[in-house]
């Protein structure tokens, strides 16, 4: 039998082009959060795939964009400082022959790296068979690509096609997390973004941006069945506290009540979710308060 093997994986792309969707569906399981709004994903997030084989540790990274703010140019530089510590980076691109600035933009950040590049062609779902091959050819001008793997991460289509090649590519090495294991992001983490995902899908386009989600108290009352979650969300204007109250509260509680579905179904018991909004103006240009609510520059990986 072929030694084990054990490699990192950075998934990027410009913002909503199902970065999180793909890592969810290789894991089996939603780790990250999505919605088709940009800037879903803030922080790096670790996921872990094993089987017999060997193992595949994920990152998703924020998208790579124009940065508008800090927060923005905190997660630029989490995404771009990635590339030249993994064993391979997965390039997810839209189905497209347009090649527009943003996609430039990576274009021009993967020619300084040494890392094998995989072009990942998504959403193929959304296109017909024999438009695929212009796409690829369409890239193929551009770099140079390891692999080119077309994928629909939505309807599964490719994904075990995709896994095999990349393992391929992993380096002999030894099993760094015990099969269990799927994430690095401790529970509280995935409740809060489980509340910001929800907030982004029901909320109007320019509030999900300045939203942040902190679990205040993550409590498990005895006997195990029931655990008191608080969290606040916050924001950055008295216009947006109301619309994410809503009136006479009809928005938190709808917020509240698909985030509590999701955390029951994670944490495998009931969940008693209380949510508060506060206001923190500007908090997307303040380095402390972008550290308080949980964006770390650190990029060390959690072994």
Not at 210 to 239: F, H, N, Y
Not at 272 to 279: A, F, S
Request: with cysteine; net charge neutral.
């Amino acid at each position: 039998m072929d030694q084990y093997r054990s490699g990192f994986v950075t998934l990027i792309g410009r913002p909503n082009v199902g970065k999180s969707t793909l890592m969810n569906r290789v894991i089996g399981q939603k780790i990250a959060i999505t919605s088709n709004k940009p800037q879903t994903t803030r922080n790096r997030i670790q996921t872990v795939y094993t089987s017999e084989e060997g193992q595949i540790i994920f990152l998703d990274t924020p998208g790579i964009h124009k940065a508008k703010n800090k927060l923005g140019e905190y997660m630029v530089e989490v995404a771009e400082r990635t590339l030249n510590e993994v064993d391979v980076i997965c390039w997810l691109v839209e189905p497209t022959n347009y090649i527009g600035a943003g996609e430039q933009h990576i274009i021009e950040k993967l020619k300084k790296v040494d890392t094998p590049v995989f072009l990942i062609i998504n959403k193929i779902d959304r296109v017909k068979k024999e438009e695929i091959l212009e796409f690829i050819e369409t890239y193929r001008k551009e770099l140079d690509f390891a692999e080119v793997i077309p994928v629909s991460a939505l309807k599964g289509e490719n994904t075990d096609s995709f896994v095999k090649t990349l393992m391929k590519y992993m380096p002999q090495g030894p099993q760094y997390y015990d099969e269990d294991t799927i994430t690095d992001q401790p529970e509280r983490q995935i409740c809060a973004e489980l509340i910001r995902e929800k907030a982004l899908r029901n909320l109007e386009d320019e509030i999900p941006h300045g939203i942040a989600v902190v679990i205040d108290q993550m409590k498990e009352r005895p006997g195990g069945t029931l655990i008191d979650i608080d969290a606040t969300i916050i924001c950055e204007r008295d216009s947006h506290k109301g619309i994410i109250i809503g009136k006479q509260g009809a928005m938190l509680k709808k917020i509240g009540q698909q985030a509590r579905y999701e955390m029951e179904a994670m944490l495998g018991c009931k969940v008693n979710l209380k949510l508060w909004v506060k206001i923190k103006k500007d908090w997307r240009e303040s380095d402390m308060l972008i550290k308080n609510f949980g964006y770390r520059k650190d990029t060390e990986f959690d072994l």
